[in-house]
């Protein structure tokens, strides 16, 4: 029930491309919905979030796609750059606001 | 910016001793929380912190553990009695109550190896 299921556990794109990461839940209490964006040896950091009530929110290059009545939502990444390439975590927030987390994405851009 | 700010950053303990791992949190957030993250893993959640007591907490966060806001500026995790599985890197992370958004900020971590 608090899981949340994130894919592709890697991902490899060239310079250029759309980097797509999807993530699917269960707990229909979940009201919020960030992604972060983690670098070697770094914290997580906030890169875009999203609420159950929006279908989708675009900040810059980087997409968030939210389909509530199938419980996902997924990441895109536009013009994806070789600093983009990093580890990426979905995440939903329960009624607590301790985040749960995805395994994780690797991005690696090529250049 | 301000920022979340960890100490140290990586720290080596043997089995069965106790460790504090150190955190400042942003100076007007006034919720804070404890991840762990298992090498190659994801980040798990630990245990949140309002109001000077513990608001949630997961099943990770057993009796061998405790938070503490010590003083007006400090958030700790102790953990009494290291165990080899609890290697990992630990994350220290708030937020504000103000705004809605609830963005939770992270510090960048106390690796810790227990030999």
């Known amino acids: 029930q608090q899981q949340v299921k994130q894919s592709p556990q890697s991902l490899i794109v060239q310079k250029g491309g759309i980097s797509i990461i999807n993530c699917a839940y269960e707990n229909t209490a979940f009201d919020y919905f960030p992604w972060y964006q983690q670098f070697p040896g770094k914290g997580p950091a906030l890169l875009i979030a999203i609420r159950p009530d929006v279908s989708e929110k675009k900040e810059g290059r980087f997409t968030i796609s939210f389909n509530k009545s199938a419980k996902q939502f997924s990441l895109h990444i536009m013009d994806s750059q070789p600093g983009d390439s990093a580890t990426y975590f979905c995440?939903?927030?329960?009624?607590?606001?301790?985040?749960?987390f995805g395994s994780g994405t690797q991005l690696t851009v090529l250049p | 910016e301000p920022e979340v700010t960890q100490t140290p950053s990586h720290q080596v303990t043997q089995m069965g001793q106790e460790v504090i791992l150190r955190c400042v949190p942003i100076?007007?957030?006034?919720?804070f929380y404890w991840y762990r993250q298992i090498l190659g893993q994801k980040v798990e959640f630990l245990v949140s912190f309002y109001n000077n007591e513990i608001s949630e907490k997961s099943e990770i966060f057993d009796d061998q553990f405790s938070v503490e806001r010590p003083d007006g500026s400090n958030f700790t995790l102790k953990i009494r009695s290291t165990k080899l599985e609890d290697s990992a890197m630990y994350f220290c992370?708030?937020?504000?109550?103000?705004?809605?958004?609830?963005?939770?900020?992270f510090g960048a971590g106390t690796r810790l190896s227990v030999l």
């Open positions: 992370a708030s937020s504000d109550i103000g705004s809605g958004k609830n963005i939770q900020y």
């Open positions: 995440a939903a927030r329960g009624l607590g606001r301790q985040l749960t």
């Open positions: 100076s007007n957030h006034l919720y």
